[in-house]
Every structure is written in structure tokens, then in C-alpha cells.
């Protein structure tokens, strides 16, 4: 995700700079994002004659001190995104917008690491980011007006439209999709019916826009139960506990487009 936003910013002639922990991820990084930049400007989802912002790239957090926004999009796990948060905080501005972006990790959760809670808040871009315009933004309880007037104008900037939601253990979209595609695993699972399917029933009948499956696939299937094992240990809710093909499928490195195979294979429905 942290390429997928820095796609959607460049794009639109916002410099980045793009921090990670070692520089052969950083290498993929950039590659990635002149990737998506070439399809974004094929499909015609990039402002015309707008050069592209600078991208810098670096292993160093220090070279964030001077952002405007900061947006976090490391991995899932609540106390890593605490400790890069926490780290961030303590070099950038005070009321600089600290912006988690997180899948249904509570932002008040994360609160209490940054040295000023009211510059924390939460969103949560969608795959693939520069086609996706819409972005759910999370209000903790304690995040700033201010942060809130930031971030919505931040995404407004990028062309890109706020919803803002209220904080809780997945939000809005990830509390009602996720379940639903562990329930949609579950069914082919049982042998009630194949993956082509239970995709092609929730679109021509529900109309989902690709079908929960080859949702999951694009989401990664790995992401998928990280999210689901965060919303069961915050909800209790035996809905959003993993289905077993689901970590079967991540044990054996199925984990959807980005490994070449997840419930779809190169197009075909691995059943």
C-alpha cells in the first residue's frame, strides 16, 4: 500500500519520501510505482500536464522530519505500527498529520504512542489505490479538528474523496467485506459450490463489483487473515475467525496476485 499511495501522490505532483527498512525493497518500490504511473496514465486517471512530484527514497525515518503529512503503511500488526509512529512523531512537527493507514486497527489504539494524540488519525486506501477514489477516513476520539480539516484536504488534493467514519475495530469496510469473504471461503470450503461460482452469484445477483474471492486475491490473502485474526481478538465475533482455507492457502504461499496464485491462478479457479 505504501507504493499504491505514493503512486496516487506523485501522480498528482506531491513529492514523496519514501521510507523503508532496506534498500532492495525501496528498489522494488520504485519500480512498482513507475509501474502503476504507466497504467494510471494509460487508463487516463492522472490530471494531464501535471508533472509528477519528486519521489526520494530512504532507509532512514530521519529523512521524514520535514514532511507536511505523514502517512505510516507498514504491516498490520498493532505494536510495530505503534513503535514507527511513535518514532515519527518525535522527529516531525508539532500538528503535523500523523496518518495511519491501516485496514481495522483502532486509531486510539495507536494514540498513545505519538507524543500528541490529536495529530493521529486514520484512513484506509483501497487496492489498487490510483484506480480507487474513494478513501474512508477514521476520526479517533482523540484526533485533532485540525488533522481532520489536514487529511480531507491532503486527499482532496490527490483528487481523491473522504469518507469519514467513526473509530472502531475495522471501521466500515473492513468489518462488513472481510467476514463476508472468510463466509464466501467457507462455502467452497463445504463443496456448495466452486470459486467461479460463489464470484459470479455475488456479482450478476448481489452485484459485487469483482466477486469476494477475487477480491481476497487482490487484497492478499495473508493481509486478509491478519485482518481477520485483529477484528476476532477486538470483537470476539466467530465470523472473523480465519476459515481454515484460508490459512491453508497462506501456510502454502497461495496468497493471490502477488505470489501468481491464491483462490484464481493466472485466471483460473483453483477449486
Known amino acids: ?35 502503476q504511473l504507466r497504467h494510471a496514465q494509460l487508463v487516463g486517471v492522472l490530471p494531464e500536464g501535471r ?38 512523531s518525535a522527529l516531525v512537527r508539532p500538528g503535523t498529520p500523523l496518518i495511519t493507514n491501516t485496514s481495522g486497527i483502532p486509531v486510539d489504539e495507536l494514540a498513545g504512542a505519538v507524543k500528541q494524540p490529536g495529530d493521529l488519525v486514520g484512513t484506509h486506501f483501497m487496492n489498487p489505490t490510483y484506480l480507487i477514489k474513494m478513501v474512508e477516513v477514521i476520526r479517533g476520539p482523540r484526533t485533532d479538528e485540525a488533522t481532520m480539516a489536514a487529511v480531507t484536504s491532503l486527499l482532496s488534493a490527490l483528487d481523491r474523496r473522504a469518507v469519514v467514519v467513526e473509530d472502531a475495530p475495522g471501521f466500515v469496510t473492513s468489518r462488513l467485506l472481510h467476514p463476508m469473504i472468510n463466509d464466501a ?61 484460508l ?24 477449486s
Open 185 to 245: 471461503a467457507r462455502v467452497v470450503a463445504a463443496g456448495t459450490a466452486t470459486v467461479e461460482a460463489v464470484d459470479a452469484l455475488m456479482e450478476g445477483c448481489l452485484g459485487h463489483p469483482t466477486g469476494p474471492l477475487r477480491t481476497a486475491d487482490l487484497i492478499g490473502l495473508d493481509n486478509l487473515v491478519d485482518s481477520l485474526a485483529a477484528l476476532y481478538e477486538r470483537t470476539g465475533d466467530e465470523g472473523c475467525r480465519p476459515c481454515e482455507l
Open 1 to 35: 500500500m505504501g507504493t499504491n499511495i505514493a503512486t496516487v501522490a506523485i501522480g498528482h505532483g506531491v513529492p514523496v519520501v519514501l521510507i523503508d527498512v532496506d534498500e532492495e525493497i525501496l528498489d522494488r518500490g520504485r519500480s512498482l510505482i513507475r509501474q
Open 247 to 270: 490459512l491453508e492457502k497462506v501456510r502454502e504461499g497461495a496468497l493471490g496476485r502477488k505470489s501468481g496464485r491464491g483462490f484464481y491462478s493466472y485466471g483460473k479457479a483453483l
Open 51 to 88: 508533472p509528477f512530484g519528486e519521489l526520494v527514497t530512504s532507509i532512514s525515518v530521519r529523512d521524514g522530519a520535514e514532511a507536511t503529512a505523514v502517512i505510516e503503511a507498514i504491516t498490520e500488526l498493532s505494536d510495530l505500527k505503534a513503535k514507527v509512529l511513535g518514532d515519527v
